[in-house]
């Protein structure tokens, strides 16, 4: 089993490449999981490279069990 940790990364990574691409960008990710970027998109003809972090906030969970 993969740690929770592990998997809001790749959650928050898939949310980001979801809204990249309602923006008309074309995500693009390293094929080596170990890079210094998770996320790559090509703007006015020059790379761009992004780093996603996720964070959890204790208030946000209790709001979101009301």
Same mark, same amino acid.
């Given at each position: 089993?993969?740690? *929770?940790?592990? @998997? #809001?990364? !790749?959650?928050?990574?898939?949310?980001? =490449?979801?809204?990249?691409?309602?923006? =008309?960008?074309?995500?693009?990710?390293?094929? @080596?999981?170990?890079?210094?970027?998770?996320?790559? $998109?090509? *703007?006015?003809?020059?790379? $761009?490279?992004? *780093?996603? =972090?996720? !964070?959890?906030?204790?208030?946000? =969970?209790?709001? #979101?069990?009301?």
């Amino acid at each position: 089993m993969l740690p *929770q940790m592990r @998997i #809001n990364g !790749a959650a928050a990574e898939l949310f980001v =490449k979801g809204d990249l691409l309602l923006k =008309k960008y074309v995500p693009f990710e390293p094929e @080596i999981d170990n890079m210094e970027c998770d996320i790559a $998109v090509i *703007q006015n003809g020059e790379l $761009v490279r992004t *780093q996603v =972090k996720s !964070a959890h906030s204790e208030i946000s =969970k209790k709001l #979101n069990s009301i």
